[in-house]
T-cell receptor, first 112, second 111 residues
Framework: GNSVTQMEGPVTLSEEAFLTINCTYTATGYPSLFWYVQYPGEGLQLLLKATKADDKGSNKGFEATYRKETTSFHLEKGSVQVSDSAVYFCALSGNTGNQFYFGTGTSLTVIP | DTGVSQNPRHKITKRGQNVTFRCDPISEHNRLYWYRQTLGQGPEFLTYFQNEAQLEKSRLLSDRFSAERPKGSFSTLEIQRTEQGDSAMYLC?????????FGPGTRLTVT
């Protein structure tokens, strides 16, 4: 079956530190992969996506590369800001796009 | 269009009562999803509509849960005979292809 496993939090970083949040997946076929972000008190927002192997999704300084050989989609940012404090969810959709599977979320706090 | 909207945003009900939530998707999106999210967890898929047809249902969706999308536009999720374990955030999302846009959610508290 399809599933997503992501790094447990919470993660606390100082401003301008490098961020990595690990995500690995199990899927049949050719899933699309996503990172969503949930800021305090708000709904989930799509951060970035990749639809095939070796694709790199990027947005707002965040990047993630779809690695089929390691079944991973790790989220990275070179220099985090206080405003990046949020919960980050890795997700995948199956071949048909009918179902989405989410990880448990990783809470990030960036301190000045 | 300002995005996916959900009503109400908060609902407190007593155990055994029925509740109904509404989701208005982005107007040109033909796909609509319902999820449940509990504290510290990611969204769990409940059900999926393409236009007015309900094409997928999770095992999480017990007989007490029913969802409709009568004209392929807005959708309702009804929970009958609510239980304390139903307390959660209920999220709606819509999409035109593989990219989903989420609403703000309805937080249900069953006392």
């Amino acid at each position: 079956g399809n599933s997503v496993t992501q790094m447990e939090g919470p993660v606390t970083l100082s401003e301008e530190a490098f961020l990595t949040i690990n995500c690995t997946y199990t899927a049949t076929g050719y899933p699309s992969l996503f990172w969503y972000v949930q800021y305090p008190g708000e709904g989930l927002q799509l951060l970035l996506k990749a639809t095939k192997a070796d694709d790199k999704g990027s947005n707002k300084g965040f990047e993630a590369t779809y690695r089929k050989e390691t079944t991973s989609f790790h989220l990275e940012k070179g220099s985090v800001q206080v405003s990046d404090s949020a919960v980050y969810f890795c997700a995948l959709s199956g071949n048909t796009g009918n179902q989405f599977y989410f990880g448990t979320g990783t809470s990030l706090t960036v301190i000045p | 269009d300002t995005g996916v909207s959900q009503n109400p945003r908060h609902k407190i009900t007593k155990r055994g009562q029925n509740v109904t939530f509404r989701c208005d998707p982005i107007s040109e999106h033909n796909r609509l999803y319902w999820y449940r999210q509990t504290l510290g967890q990611g969204p769990e898929f409940l059900t999926y509509f393409q236009n007015e047809a309900q094409l997928e249902k999770s095992r999480l969706l017990s007989d007490r849960f029913s969802a409709e999308r009568p004209k392929g536009s807005f959708s309702t999720l009804e929970i009958q005979r609510t239980e304390q374990g139903d307390s959660a955030m209920y999220l709606c999302a819509s999409s035109s292809e593989r990219e989903q846009y989420f609403g703000p959610g309805t937080r249900l508290t069953v006392t």
